[in-house]
């Protein structure tokens, strides 16, 4: 970057964060919270000694399934328009026979925004939803989306190479996750297990790509349950500090405009190495994602665990997906990404960008049973955006629309935090066992 290019960054951050200021008391003061947890923790970290890290921050995702008794095997499923995605299945445990394996019904995890599938191996195995799945019988599958580094691989890596920042590849929102990547994850899973549906677990971005998709064609119609863990299909109310001031500073627009495409996503053996930088700054770390994602005075992760969150995130994104989630919390509506007036008339056909059809939403999850637990601090759920959810969904006639709040919970905790086995699995297996137990 050019020295005029880093001073126009600069300039207008400040620019930015100076008329922020005076807009959103609220972000400035959360800021301040949240930058003295931060310090802190800082402090907290640098005086005591740090534990050795746990091993489970050394293991590949077959390692450390393997090392909890578990069979693991790694899929590529190719979407329609050629993106290469991975996908991680815990069929069964190691002294179990195959033979027993089929026949089981499929489980789907599907992770959120700046993740991957690492992610539900943060938790403590007697905690994470993996586990408690294979052991309630279910043949689990952990996939991912286009654009983490467990899935950036392209049919033709010329014109879509992950490594070029000006590549087709980076030309994807969540509204291509949900047309392309869902159905196909889905449709993979059931091919390669002979099941005709399967229950569709998602968190945050896995569950907005959900109602993005059956708003664009019927992916529901394979799926017999869906449990959301922090839902999202409206933004406008989101209180994230951080992303708040992303937005208040321009920061995004910049980036696009330096064509700073690829966010967050390296080779894999940079994440491996940052296990050993999260290992002296636990806490620091950890304070600093609550500002993201919920500041609260609790620490509800268990600290020895945070390597292992430096071994498998974040897991990257494109920028325009980022601009897509702006736009979403900008217009407060469930709409599909604004490419600006000419490019929308050549992919819509008008110039603004459409709203997604919520009665064709309506109409595809019909048949669905659906339970969506959110946190009461999850500043990506707002109440005033969760109620507006529940409007759309409380259509259903005859079908099971169930909800829990759990007060303490920010946007992570329903799988990294402590009480996640009581608070999200506990209740979650009990949807599925009643679920199953009705049909």
Not at 332 to 337: A, M, P, T, V
Not at 385 to 411: A, M, P, R
């Amino acid at each position: 970057m050019r020295i005029s290019q880093l001073i126009t960054v600069l300039l207008v951050l400040w620019i930015g964060v100076s008329s922020a200021k005076y807009t959103n008391v609220e972000m400035i003061r959360d800021l301040a919270i949240g930058s003295w947890r931060v310090f802190t923790g800082l402090v907290e970290d640098l005086y005591y000694k740090t534990p050795e890290i746990t091993p489970d921050a050394y293991k590949s995702p077959a390692e450390f399934y393997q090392s909890y008794g578990y069979r693991f095997e790694e899929h590529k499923v190719v979407t329609e328009d050629g993106y290469i995605l991975s996908a991680w299945r815990v069929p069964g445990k190691l002294n179990e026979s195959m033979k027993t394996v089929k026949g089981k019904p499929a489980v789907m995890l599907q992770h959120g925004l700046l993740d991957n599938s690492g992610t539900f191996t943060v938790g403590f195995s007697n905690q994470s939803l993996p586990f408690l799945l294979n052991e309630e019988g279910y043949d689990v599958w952990i996939t991912n989306t286009r654009g983490n580094f467990n899935s950036y691989e392209h049919t033709n890596p010329f014109e879509y190479s992950v490594f070029d920042i000006h590549s087709k590849y980076w030309n994807f929102t969540f509204d291509t996750m949900g047309y392309y990547d869902l159905p196909s994850n889905i449709d993979y899973i059931l091919d390669y297990t002979n099941n005709e549906k399967l229950t569709y677990i998602g968190h945050s971005q896995g569950t907005v790509q959900f109602f993005a998709g059956n708003a664009l064609k019927n992916v529901a119609s394979k799926v017999d349950a869906f449990v959301g863990l922090g839902p999202v299909m409206f933004a406008g109310n989101q209180r994230s500090p951080l992303c708040t001031l992303l937005k208040a500073t321009g920061l995004s627009t910049l980036l696009k405009w330096f064509d700073f495409n690829n966010l967050l996503i390296w080779p894999r053996i940079v994440n491996v190495s940052l296990k050993s930088v999260v290992k002296p700054l636990r806490k620091t770390i950890l304070r600093f994602i609550q500002m993201i994602v919920g500041i609260k005075q609790e620490i509800s992760v268990d600290l020895s665990r945070m390597p292992v969150m430096g071994r498998h995130e974040p897991g990257g994104t494109g920028l325009q997906n980022m601009l897509h989630w702006l736009q979403m919390i900008d217009s407060g509506n469930f709409q599909r990404y604004d490419y600006g007036k000419k490019e929308n008339m050549k992919v819509y056909g008008q110039e603004t960008a459409p709203l997604y059809d919520l009665e064709v939403l309506k109409e595809n999850i019909k048949d669905l049973d659906m339970f969506l637990i959110k946190g009461g601090i999850d500043v990506f759920v707002a109440q005033e955006d969760f109620d507006q959810l529940l409007n759309v969904l409380s259509f259903k006639e005859g079908k099971t629309l169930k909800h829990k709040i759990v007060e303490d919970y920010d946007h992570l905790d329903y799988i990294w935090a402590d009480s996640a086995y009581e608070e999200v699995s506990l209740p979650v297996l009990e949807f599925l066992r009643n679920k199953r137990n009705n049909q």
